[in-house]
């Protein structure tokens, strides 16, 4: 095995879940931000509906 493979081997195996925590922390940014600028401009974001 030369060292080329190796790192291939590695890359790929990382290469995957460090995307998805990228991904998760990115949704994680976002839903953050609505909910803070939702609450700075005073809208009801409740699930409840009002009759």
Same mark, same amino acid.
């Given at each position: 095995?030369?060292?080329?493979?190796?790192?291939?081997? &590695?890359?790929?195996?990382?290469?995957?879940? /460090?995307?998805?925590?990228? #991904?998760?922390?990115?949704?994680?940014?976002?839903?953050?931000? &609505?909910?803070?600028?939702?609450?700075?401009? /005073?809208?009801?974001?409740? #699930?409840?509906?009002?009759?």
């Amino acid at each position: 095995m030369s060292s080329g493979r190796i790192w291939d081997r &590695v890359t790929r195996f990382v290469m995957l879940p /460090g995307a998805t925590v990228t #991904l998760n922390g990115t949704a994680l940014y976002e839903s953050v931000v &609505v909910i803070f600028a939702s609450q700075a401009l /005073g809208v009801d974001l409740s #699930l409840a509906r009002r009759r």
